[in-house]
């Protein structure tokens, strides 16, 4: 995996083709299309989604979005963080630490991290550090949100 490198995704047809190769692009949870879709039309170019290219190929991929702490009903003190959402590596190419590689890379921005998980999906973010936040029934609506705490950030408990 050596010289293997998270990319920050292009907003453009080619990426949009590449989300395609995605076993799950159709399912409402995981479908990063609509997102880039809107990026596309709004021509923004301050791209949410990061990516790892092997052979010229998408093969890994994930949003990542900073939420401003007026928002950040889970960390104290009150702090920015980001959402991962949409991690997804293609089959061939999981279990061989490309997933780790994005989850570093959103680590490396040293923010609190939320993510909501799939199902059967626990055991990956366990061993990533990812703890379950306490459950809100008005703040989380029926989701189990796992956050990741950097040093002098702790989970909100009110």
Known sequence: MGDVKVEKLLNNYKTLDEFKRFKEYGNQELSMLEDLQSNIVENNSESPFYGIYYGGSLIARMSLYKVDKKYDQYFDPQHDYLE?????????????????????????????????????????????????????????FGQNPLIWLPEGIMERTE
């Open 84 to 140: 991962l959402w949409k991690l997804e590596v293609l089959p061939h190419y999981q279990g061989k630490g490309h997933g780790k590689k994005l989850v570093d890379f959103a680590k490396s921005f040293q923010l609190p991290i939320k993510t909501n998980p799939r199902i059967n999906s626990h055991g990956f973010w366990e061993k990533m550090d990812f703890q379950k936040a306490n459950y809100n029934m008005e703040r989380d």
